[in-house]
């Protein structure tokens, strides 16, 4: 079973919409979690840390359900330049391995 | 502040040939770790290093294998190379006093096994 799960999409939407990603993650001793945002051919990039109350940073907010093991990325007001594949990504203390969903992949249409 | 560097950029090998990546960490961070990530895959975690010791492996075989360096660089180095090694390294770095602090990559070695 693996470790972090997630929807490889595609994910078509267009500009302006409103998208969700969810992604869920089998080991409930889990520590840390995050997302990541990843261009084609290029490497991940920190996109925002993922905290127990739920988060926000402008147009992204992120949440974390410890008891149903899940996290959500939403996405308002998508722009083009979202268009990547986003990765959701947990840790387990104290060996601080990261494991990393396959992604999924969103292009924001004009 | 210089980020996390690797080398090289790109790398085609043949089947059976040895390769060896490297990495210099983000200033001021002492652990290294390595990822592969195949095509259409996330990141799979190789082995960490944390002043210059292995600190943690992945389900990769004995001939993947890494050193860190005193000024906490690091290498990866791949023995007997097969085709499904092809696949973009990424190497991070992160500060280990800090546990569960997010992980900073280098732009990757993208290698090519024929």
């Known amino acids: 079973r693996k470790e972090v799960e997630q929807d490889p999409g595609p994910f078509n939407v267009p500009e302006g919409a409103t998208v969700a990603f969810n992604c869920t993650y089998s080991?409930?001793?889990?520590?840390?979690f995050f997302w990541y945002r990843q261009d084609c051919r290029k490497e991940p990039k920190l996109l925002m840390s993922?905290?127990?109350s739920g988060n926000e940073d402008g147009r992204f907010t992120a949440q974390l359900n410890r008891a149903s093991q899940y996290i959500s990325l939403l996405i308002r007001d998508s722009k083009l330049s979202d268009s990547a594949t986003y990765l959701c990504?947990?840790?387990?203390?104290?060996?601080?391995?990261?494991?990393f969903g396959t992604g999924t992949s969103l292009t924001v249409i004009p | 502040e210089t980020g996390v560097t690797q080398s090289p950029t790109h790398l085609i090998k043949t089947r059976g040939q040895q390769v060896t990546l490297r990495c210099s960490s983000q200033?001021?961070?002492?652990?290294v770790s390595w990822y592969q990530q195949a095509l259409g895959q996330g990141p799979q975690f190789i082995f960490q290093?944390?002043?210059?010791?292995?600190?943690g492996r992945g389900n990769f075989p004995p001939r993947f294998s890494g050193l860190q360096f005193p000024n906490y660089s690091s290498e990866l180095n791949v023995n007997a190379l097969e085709l499904d090694d092809s696949a973009l390294y990424l190497c991070?770095?992160?500060?280990?006093?800090?546990?569960?602090?997010?992980?900073?990559f280098g732009n990757g070695t993208r290698l090519t096994v024929t």
């Open positions: 991070a770095s992160s500060p280990g006093t800090v546990p569960n602090s997010p992980l900073h």
């Open positions: 990504v947990v840790t387990l203390f104290p060996g601080n391995q990261f494991y």
């Open positions: 200033s001021g961070h002492n652990t």
């Open positions: 080991n409930s001793a889990s520590q840390s």
């Open positions: 993922v905290y127990s």
């Open positions: 290093y944390y002043r210059e010791e292995e600190n």
